[in-house]
Protein backbone atom coordinates (compact mmCIF):
# COMPACT_ATOMS: atom_id res chain seq x y z
CA UNK A 1 0.00 0.00 0.00
CA UNK A 2 1.32 2.89 -1.16
CA UNK A 3 1.12 6.62 0.57
CA UNK A 4 -1.46 8.07 -1.23
CA UNK A 5 -3.15 4.73 -0.78
CA UNK A 6 -3.00 4.76 2.82
CA UNK A 7 -4.33 8.28 2.83
CA UNK A 8 -7.10 7.55 0.29
CA UNK A 9 -8.11 4.87 2.48
CA UNK A 10 -8.15 6.58 6.15
CA UNK A 11 -10.24 9.66 4.44
CA UNK A 12 -12.46 6.64 2.96
CA UNK A 13 -12.97 5.54 6.39
CA UNK A 14 -13.77 8.76 7.75
CA UNK A 15 -10.54 9.90 8.82
CA UNK A 16 -8.98 13.13 9.11
CA UNK A 17 -5.28 14.44 9.57
CA UNK A 18 -4.36 16.53 12.62
CA UNK A 19 -2.32 19.74 12.44
CA UNK A 20 0.50 18.85 14.76
CA UNK A 21 2.14 15.60 16.32
CA UNK A 22 2.83 16.72 19.86
CA UNK A 23 4.57 13.75 19.77
CA UNK A 24 6.34 13.18 16.81
CA UNK A 25 6.52 14.25 13.53
CA UNK A 26 4.48 11.62 11.11
CA UNK A 27 0.74 12.66 10.57
CA UNK A 28 -2.16 11.44 12.71
CA UNK A 29 -5.65 11.13 12.16
CA UNK A 30 -8.71 10.94 13.93
CA UNK A 31 -12.80 9.82 13.89
CA UNK A 32 -15.16 9.11 16.24
CA UNK A 33 -15.77 6.05 17.48
CA UNK A 34 -19.02 4.50 15.67
CA UNK A 35 -20.96 3.86 19.12
CA UNK A 36 -19.03 5.43 21.79
CA UNK A 37 -19.27 8.86 23.23
CA UNK A 38 -16.49 10.93 24.06
CA UNK A 39 -14.03 7.88 22.42
CA UNK A 40 -11.83 9.12 19.04
CA UNK A 41 -10.03 6.06 17.02
CA UNK A 42 -6.55 7.61 16.68
CA UNK A 43 -4.45 6.07 13.73
CA UNK A 44 -0.48 7.26 13.50
CA UNK A 45 -0.18 6.81 9.70
CA UNK A 46 3.35 6.34 9.92
CA UNK A 47 3.59 9.09 7.14
CA UNK A 48 6.76 11.76 7.46
CA UNK A 49 5.01 14.97 7.79
CA UNK A 50 8.02 16.49 5.67
CA UNK A 51 8.71 13.87 3.49
CA UNK A 52 5.48 12.52 2.62
CA UNK A 53 6.93 8.70 2.81
CA UNK A 54 6.19 6.16 4.70
CA UNK A 55 8.55 6.13 8.08
CA UNK A 56 7.14 3.78 10.27
CA UNK A 57 3.97 1.00 10.87
CA UNK A 58 1.01 2.48 11.38
CA UNK A 59 -0.52 2.58 14.81
CA UNK A 60 -4.08 2.23 15.97
CA UNK A 61 -5.39 3.15 19.42
CA UNK A 62 -8.41 4.92 21.31
CA UNK A 63 -8.50 8.22 23.02
CA UNK A 64 -11.39 9.27 25.52
CA UNK A 65 -11.95 13.03 25.31
CA UNK A 66 -12.61 14.09 29.15
CA UNK A 67 -14.38 17.14 30.44
CA UNK A 68 -11.58 19.63 30.00
CA UNK A 69 -10.65 18.27 26.23
CA UNK A 70 -7.89 16.97 27.28
CA UNK A 71 -6.97 13.01 25.75
CA UNK A 72 -6.63 10.48 27.57
CA UNK A 73 -4.96 7.00 26.16
CA UNK A 74 -7.77 4.26 27.16
CA UNK A 75 -6.12 1.57 25.11
CA UNK A 76 -2.75 0.43 24.34
CA UNK A 77 -1.47 1.69 20.80
CA UNK A 78 -1.20 -1.50 18.73
CA UNK A 79 1.18 -1.41 15.06
CA UNK A 80 0.76 -3.53 12.15
CA UNK A 81 1.44 -3.33 8.81
CA UNK A 82 -0.05 -2.09 5.08
CA UNK A 83 -2.02 -5.09 4.73
CA UNK A 84 -3.45 -4.73 8.55
CA UNK A 85 -4.71 -1.63 9.09
CA UNK A 86 -8.15 -2.25 8.07
CA UNK A 87 -8.14 -5.28 10.38
CA UNK A 88 -6.48 -3.31 13.40
CA UNK A 89 -8.82 -0.37 13.17
CA UNK A 90 -12.13 -2.80 13.59
CA UNK A 91 -10.18 -5.01 16.45
CA UNK A 92 -9.40 -1.37 18.13
CA UNK A 93 -12.97 -0.19 18.05
CA UNK A 94 -14.16 -3.57 19.52
CA UNK A 95 -11.75 -3.42 22.24
CA UNK A 96 -13.95 -0.26 23.79
CA UNK A 97 -16.13 -2.63 24.94
CA UNK A 98 -13.49 -4.19 27.29
CA UNK A 99 -12.14 -0.66 28.86
CA UNK A 100 -13.09 0.23 32.30
CA UNK A 101 -15.64 2.68 33.35
CA UNK A 102 -16.10 5.29 36.44
CA UNK A 103 -19.02 4.22 38.45
CA UNK A 104 -18.82 7.91 39.61
CA UNK A 105 -19.34 9.61 36.46
CA UNK A 106 -19.66 6.68 33.73
CA UNK A 107 -16.11 8.43 31.94
CA UNK A 108 -13.54 5.62 30.66
CA UNK A 109 -10.51 4.90 33.09
CA UNK A 110 -6.89 5.08 31.78
CA UNK A 111 -3.60 4.21 32.77
CA UNK A 112 -1.87 7.38 34.91
CA UNK A 113 1.85 8.19 35.01
CA UNK A 114 1.98 6.60 38.16
CA UNK A 115 0.62 3.47 37.24
CA UNK A 116 -2.66 3.86 38.74
CA UNK A 117 -6.10 3.01 36.75
CA UNK A 118 -7.79 6.51 37.00
CA UNK A 119 -10.88 8.36 35.93
CA UNK A 120 -10.28 10.29 32.96
CA UNK A 121 -12.60 13.27 34.12
CA UNK A 122 -10.34 13.32 37.68
CA UNK A 123 -13.84 13.61 39.47
CA UNK A 124 -12.40 12.52 42.67
CA UNK A 125 -11.23 16.38 42.79
CA UNK A 126 -14.72 17.02 43.05
CA UNK A 127 -15.46 14.40 46.24
CA UNK A 128 -12.56 16.53 48.08
CA UNK A 129 -14.22 19.81 47.59
CA UNK A 130 -17.33 18.54 48.72
CA UNK A 131 -16.57 16.15 51.38
CA UNK A 132 -14.22 19.20 53.20
CA UNK A 133 -17.29 21.89 52.62
CA UNK A 134 -19.41 19.47 54.22
CA UNK A 135 -17.40 18.59 57.22
CA UNK A 136 -16.67 22.21 58.78
CA UNK A 137 -18.64 22.27 61.50
CA UNK A 138 -17.54 19.06 62.77
CA UNK A 139 -14.10 19.73 62.39
CA UNK A 140 -14.09 22.66 64.63
CA UNK A 141 -15.85 20.59 66.99
CA UNK A 142 -13.32 18.07 66.99
CA UNK A 143 -10.62 20.41 67.26
CA UNK A 144 -12.41 21.66 70.22
CA UNK A 145 -12.54 18.39 71.89
CA UNK A 146 -8.62 18.26 71.41
CA UNK A 147 -7.49 21.29 72.62
CA UNK A 148 -9.57 20.73 75.88
CA UNK A 149 -7.93 17.41 76.26
CA UNK A 150 -4.53 18.46 75.75
CA UNK A 151 -4.96 20.85 77.97
CA UNK A 152 -6.29 19.12 80.85
CA UNK A 153 -3.54 16.06 79.80
CA UNK A 154 -0.39 19.23 80.41
CA UNK A 155 -2.69 19.95 83.65
CA UNK A 156 -2.41 16.39 85.13
CA UNK A 157 1.47 16.32 83.75
CA UNK A 158 2.01 19.24 86.01
CA UNK A 159 0.56 18.05 89.06
CA UNK A 160 2.32 15.05 89.23
CA UNK A 161 5.74 16.67 88.64
CA UNK A 162 4.83 18.35 91.78
CA UNK A 163 4.71 15.63 94.03
CA UNK A 164 7.48 14.19 95.28
CA UNK A 165 8.21 10.44 94.42
CA UNK A 166 9.57 7.96 96.84
CA UNK A 167 12.79 5.70 95.75
CA UNK A 168 11.74 3.73 98.07
CA UNK A 169 8.50 2.62 95.90
CA UNK A 170 10.71 1.78 92.57
CA UNK A 171 10.31 -1.92 93.30
CA UNK A 172 11.94 -4.30 90.21
CA UNK A 173 8.46 -5.02 88.78
CA UNK A 174 8.13 -0.84 88.71
CA UNK A 175 11.95 -0.40 86.88
CA UNK A 176 11.25 -3.35 84.55
CA UNK A 177 8.08 -1.82 83.85
CA UNK A 178 9.49 1.51 83.14
CA UNK A 179 12.26 0.42 80.93
CA UNK A 180 9.41 -1.46 78.86
CA UNK A 181 8.03 1.93 78.58
CA UNK A 182 10.79 3.75 77.57
CA UNK A 183 11.96 1.50 74.60
CA UNK A 184 8.34 1.61 73.33
CA UNK A 185 8.36 5.25 73.29
CA UNK A 186 10.66 5.21 70.83
CA UNK A 187 10.99 7.87 67.86
CA UNK A 188 10.16 6.19 64.87
CA UNK A 189 10.59 8.01 61.48
CA UNK A 190 10.49 7.51 57.69
CA UNK A 191 12.06 9.78 54.72
CA UNK A 192 8.89 11.74 53.15
CA UNK A 193 9.70 13.96 50.04
CA UNK A 194 8.08 16.63 48.49
CA UNK A 195 6.30 14.98 44.92
CA UNK A 196 6.12 11.62 46.88
CA UNK A 197 2.61 9.78 46.40
CA UNK A 198 1.19 8.43 49.28
CA UNK A 199 -1.86 7.08 51.19
CA UNK A 200 -2.34 5.98 54.46
CA UNK A 201 -1.82 2.94 57.28
CA UNK A 202 -3.79 2.54 60.67
CA UNK A 203 -0.98 0.90 63.15
CA UNK A 204 -2.13 -0.21 66.33
CA UNK A 205 0.80 -1.01 68.57
CA UNK A 206 3.58 -0.90 65.99
CA UNK A 207 1.18 -3.15 63.47
CA UNK A 208 -0.29 -2.32 60.63
CA UNK A 209 -4.13 -2.93 61.27
CA UNK A 210 -5.35 -0.88 58.00
CA UNK A 211 -4.25 -0.07 54.95
CA UNK A 212 -5.93 2.58 52.53
CA UNK A 213 -3.89 2.03 49.17
CA UNK A 214 -6.79 2.35 46.72
CA UNK A 215 -9.34 4.86 48.40
CA UNK A 216 -6.98 7.38 49.78
CA UNK A 217 -4.11 9.37 47.54
CA UNK A 218 -2.54 12.04 47.65
CA UNK A 219 0.84 14.16 46.44
CA UNK A 220 3.29 15.51 49.05
CA UNK A 221 3.82 19.15 48.78
CA UNK A 222 6.37 19.96 51.36
CA UNK A 223 8.32 18.70 54.02
CA UNK A 224 10.67 20.89 56.53
CA UNK A 225 13.29 20.31 58.51
CA UNK A 226 10.80 19.73 61.61
CA UNK A 227 9.30 16.77 60.29
CA UNK A 228 6.15 18.57 59.14
CA UNK A 229 4.69 17.38 55.92
CA UNK A 230 2.15 19.17 53.87
CA UNK A 231 -0.04 16.86 51.88
CA UNK A 232 -2.27 17.47 48.93
CA UNK A 233 -5.24 15.10 49.20
CA UNK A 234 -6.55 14.31 45.87
CA UNK A 235 -8.92 11.50 46.64
CA UNK A 236 -10.33 10.33 50.26
CA UNK A 237 -13.16 7.51 49.13
CA UNK A 238 -13.24 6.03 53.49
CA UNK A 239 -14.47 7.56 56.30
CA UNK A 240 -11.29 8.75 57.77
CA UNK A 241 -11.86 12.17 58.38
CA UNK A 242 -9.21 14.51 57.54
CA UNK A 243 -8.32 15.59 60.82
CA UNK A 244 -6.61 12.60 61.06
CA UNK A 245 -4.55 12.18 58.59
CA UNK A 246 -0.50 12.00 59.16
CA UNK A 247 0.76 14.99 59.15
CA UNK A 248 4.60 14.19 60.19
CA UNK A 249 7.55 12.24 59.19
CA UNK A 250 7.44 10.61 62.67
CA UNK A 251 5.88 9.25 65.38
CA UNK A 252 6.55 7.17 69.02
CA UNK A 253 6.63 4.03 68.85
CA UNK A 254 3.97 1.48 71.02
CA UNK A 255 0.62 3.83 70.16
CA UNK A 256 -2.57 1.64 70.68
CA UNK A 257 -4.11 3.42 67.12
CA UNK A 258 -1.59 5.92 65.27
CA UNK A 259 -1.87 6.78 60.95
CA UNK A 260 1.05 7.05 59.30
CA UNK A 261 2.22 8.12 55.74
CA UNK A 262 2.20 4.81 53.47
CA UNK A 263 4.98 5.98 50.00
CA UNK A 264 3.35 4.40 46.89
CA UNK A 265 5.84 6.17 44.73
CA UNK A 266 8.84 4.69 45.62
CA UNK A 267 10.22 2.52 48.99
CA UNK A 268 10.26 4.08 51.92
CA UNK A 269 10.25 2.29 55.24
CA UNK A 270 9.65 3.47 58.74
CA UNK A 271 12.56 2.80 60.97
CA UNK A 272 13.50 3.30 64.76
CA UNK A 273 15.79 6.91 64.57
CA UNK A 274 19.37 6.43 65.71
Partial sequence: MSVVQRKAMLKADGFFPHKKNVKGTTIIYSRKHPTAKFVRVVVDSGIGKRSGKVVGKAGVKLCYVNRTKSWREITTEIFTDNAGLAHTIITVQAA???????KHCKAKKFTAKSGNVVCSNACWTAWGGKKKSGNTTKKTAQKIAAHAAQKGKAARQKNLQRKPQKKSLQTPVAKSYKKSSQKKSQKIVAEILPGDLVTV???????????????????????????????NWTANTSDLPEWDMPFTDHYMAGQRRHYRFKVLSRKAEWTKAA
Avoid: Q
Fill in 96 to 102: ETSVPTC
Fill in 201 to 231: EEICFDNVTNDYTGSILGVVMKADDFGEVKV
